[in-house]
């Protein structure tokens, strides 16, 4: 099947150089939902690019697709490009410190999707910082779609896990992770999914764009057999958004209502004694601290039942460090 490839402009270097980002669109013929896809907001999170990369290919031999799919591989050239010491960073923006998941900041609730795509389109015309322009290129991209998907990783190591809105999470059930974290719509943080759920409350559940965060794999390394697996999911995800008859019955996860971050108690070199995915009892013992200057061992103990869900890959800590991303229900 043929697409449309474009680009999306983000200015470009010192020397002149245009920045921008290859967008494929495949134009749907039957009526299925419209589908917008993004990987590597965040600079190190590659995993989405080659994810995403192989999925153009795949419907590239495909005769035609129900619905509308626009896909952005890397949705930020810029964070991508900054590497040190055999790692990657831009997570933030090394020139202003902002994180480029969370630049996504509508002040506003809109009354229909009519509403939501005038204001990008005005984002458009208005936006003066790189990351204006980022946020109103992709929402604008996005404001068309009836579903929308985040790819990120989290971590050096973790689970596959989404995030979304409570009253969507069955929709993605199909894309196989084991844990759900939700929440409601009440109180929004400024990332590229939770600025899908800007709606007024008349404006019911099934007349607003699904949207989530897929955390689809670990920082860092990647293999081939994980992008072929996750292109597997995603396929069987699209099944379910195009109710095709080849759906595979939906891998039911656990939903966490809680998502927060564990939170070195002291100074130390951390060492795991769980791995992620581990359910952790009230009381048991998570990790242990070993201290180089008093030569003592500090084990560190969940205060209540949790779920490792990403482990953070700095093991020498101070107090108060992020060590962790959790799940539980209180
Ligand atoms: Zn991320």
């Known amino acids: 099947m043929r697409y449309v490839k474009t680009h999306v402009s983000l200015g470009g270097r010192p020397t002149g150089e245009p920045f921008s980002a290859p967008v494929y669109t495949f134009e749907g013929s039957g009526g299925g939902r419209s589908v917008y896809l993004q990987g590597n907001l965040h600079g190190p999170e590659v995993f989405g ?11 590239e031999k495909w005769d035609q697709v129900p619905g509308t799919v626009t896909i952005v591989p890397c949705a930020n050239p810029l964070g991508v490009q900054e590497t ?5 960073l831009g997570r933030w923006n090394s020139k202003t410190g902002l994180n480029w998941n969370g630049i996504f ?3 506003t609730r809109w009354s229909s999707r009519e509403e939501e795509r005038a204001y990008y389109a005005q984002r458009l015309i208005s936006a003066r910082s790189i990351e204006e322009r980022l946020e109103a290129e992709l929402r604008s ?8 998907i985040d790819i990120h990783t989290n971590c050096r190591e973790s689970i596959e896990h989404v995030m979304t809105l409570d009253t969507m999470s069955t929709h993605f059930e199909s894309l196989g992770a084991p844990v759900h974290l939700v929440q409601t719509d009440e109180k929004l943080g400024n990332s590229f999914e939770e600025s899908h759920y800007h709606f007024t409350p008349e404006v019911l559940p099934e007349d607003r764009p699904w949207a989530c965060t897929w955390e689809v794999s670990s920082d860092g390394l990647m293999f081939d057999i994980d992008v072929r ?9 699209f099944a379910y958004v195009w109710q095709f008859d080849s759906h595979i019955s939906a891998f039911k996860p656990e939903v966490y209502w809680c998502g927060e971050h564990l ?3 002291d100074s130390g070199y951390l060492a795991w004694t769980k791995r992620a995915g581990e359910y952790v009892c009230a009381g048991d013992v998570y990790a242990k601290l070993y201290h180089p200057n008093s030569v003592q061992v500090e084990e560190l103990k969940a205060e209540h039942g949790l779920t490792l869900i990403a482990l953070g890959g700095v ?5 108060g460090d992020r060590i962790a991303w959790i799940g539980y229900n209180p």
Do not use: G, I, M
Request: glycine share 0%; aromatic share 10%.
């Open 263 to 265: 939170y070195a108690t």
């Open 141 to 148: 991209l996005s404001s068309q779609a009836d579903v929308c």
């Open 84 to 88: 040190a010491y055999n790692t990657h």
């Open 105 to 107: 900041t509508a002040p």
């Open 229 to 237: 697996n996750r292109l597997v999911k995603l396929l069987n995800w």
């Open 315 to 319: 093991v020498a800590v101070t107090k």
């Open 49 to 59: 690019t080659a994810l995403l990369t192989a999925l153009v290919q795949e419907f």
